[in-house]
């Protein structure tokens, strides 16, 4: 068991000087949501706007000095930066070209490094709200579209459940050549980078919007990911700060709605569709999760949770309804092994199911690709 302390963090952090300030990190009250759970540390260091793109030595340095500490496993830093009162106000991001995005800076700070630009095409997958399977959905999706001889990528985006490092059967550390740049996870096929491969899985992240903001850029800023065909965002549950400013931030192609057939989850789906709207993200489509439910045993069919609610709604909303997945142990049991059905059960009817739907998205996104502007002469 590690015998390292919060109060023996903040003292190895004390030993950290701001080059601009003269004094440590800690007397200048920069250092935010130091998190402790059997010898892995995570903290984030609010620093002002303006400043962010010129401090990565910092974030570095502060990591090294807590990694020193005797007990300590692994130390995960973020910058945020939280816009202080009376500064200028943040330009919203312009639009830019798939896998060349970057956040608009405000006045006087200097452009960042762009993120994650050898992606071709970035999908999101999101619900309304949790507990619909859109993870189980977006890793089998993601392996679906790798049977395509794509190069894919997965970002697990939701910081506070982090469960895809799991559903991939992979554990560890990222390793760094450089100290700077994180090499991607793989498995299956697939690169793949969480915060859960940073923090124990066990330990809750009590980190406040711009804290994880900031943690989801530099997974996508600080890692080799290389060149992809796609990378698939599995969005955090329900349409708030992080969702809004990830939308914003990152050149996403379009998303994928994921939803449960009942009334309440339609609402929440509704809702996360409007959502993408306001932000000028093509909606791709619903799937329609735990659709129904077949026996084993006796083959009598039961829906559950109703069925057929997203496929009317999206008929409503004027979007395309993609597909149905059933609710079936073998989709559990596989993703809970780090197996799912896409790789365990290849010829199941289930996983033909995620692969047909994977087919229709990249049959989406390369119809965007050849789509050219229309010159109408008068």
Not at 70 to 77: E, F, H, I, R
Not at 108 to 134: C, E, M, N, T, W
Not at 276 to 286: A, I
Not at 298 to 304: A, K, L, V, Y
């Amino acid at each position: 068991m590690s015998g390292v302390s919060e109060k023996d963090i903040l003292g190895a952090l004390a030993r950290v000087i701001d080059p601009d300030k003269g004094k440590d990190i800690v007397a200048l009250g920069m250092i935010q949501g130091v998190q402790l759970r059997e010898g892995h540390v995570a903290f984030a260091i609010e620093v002002d706007r303006a400043r962010a793109p010129n401090l990565e030595p910092l974030r570095r340095q502060a990591e090294k000095a807590v990694e020193a500490l005797p007990g300590v496993l692994s130390v995960t830093a973020v910058l945020t930066a939280e816009k202080a009162q009376g500064a200028a106000p943040v330009r919203a991001p312009q639009a830019a070209a798939p896998g060349h995005a970057h956040p608009a800076p405000g006045r006087g700070q200097a452009p960042q490094k762009p993120l994650a630009p050898g992606v071709k095409f970035f999908i999101a997958v999101a619900s309304g709200k949790g507990g619909v399977g859109k993870s189980t959905t977006a890793v089998n999706l993601a392996l679906g579209l790798e049977s395509l001889g794509l190069k894919i990528g997965v970002l697990d985006a939701d910081i506070y459940g982090p469960s895809v490092p799991r559903m991939l059967g992979i554990s560890g550390k990222p390793a760094t050549a450089d100290g700077k740049i994180l090499e991607p996870m793989r498995a299956h096929g697939i690169k793949c980078m969480s915060i859960g491969f940073l923090v124990p899985e066990d330990t809750p992240m009590i980190w406040r919007g711009p804290m994880v903001m900031s943690a989801l850029q530099q997974m996508l800023r600080d890692v080799n990911w290389g060149e992809l065909d796609v990378m698939v965002v599995d969005m955090p549950p329900g349409t708030g700060d992080a969702q809004l400013t990830m939308a914003q931030q990152v050149p996403l192609a379009g998303a994928v709605i994921v939803s449960t057939p009942q009334d309440i989850a339609l609402l929440d789906a509704r809702r996360g569709l409007a959502m993408f709207k306001k932000v000028d993200v093509p909606v791709l489509g619903f799937i329609e999760n735990m659709s129904y439910f077949k026996c084993p045993h006796c083959g009598e069919r039961s829906d559950i949770f109703s069925h057929g609610g997203a496929h009317l709604e999206a008929d409503k909303l004027g979007v395309e309804f993609l597909g149905e997945v059933p609710l079936d142990i073998a989709i559990r049991e596989t993703s809970d092994a780090g197996t799912p059905i896409v790789i365990a059960q290849p010829q199941s009817e289930h996983a033909q199911v995620y692969r047909r739907i994977a087919t229709r998205i990249w049959e989406m996104l390369g119809a965007k690709q050849r789509a050219a502007p229309k010159i109408v002469v008068e």
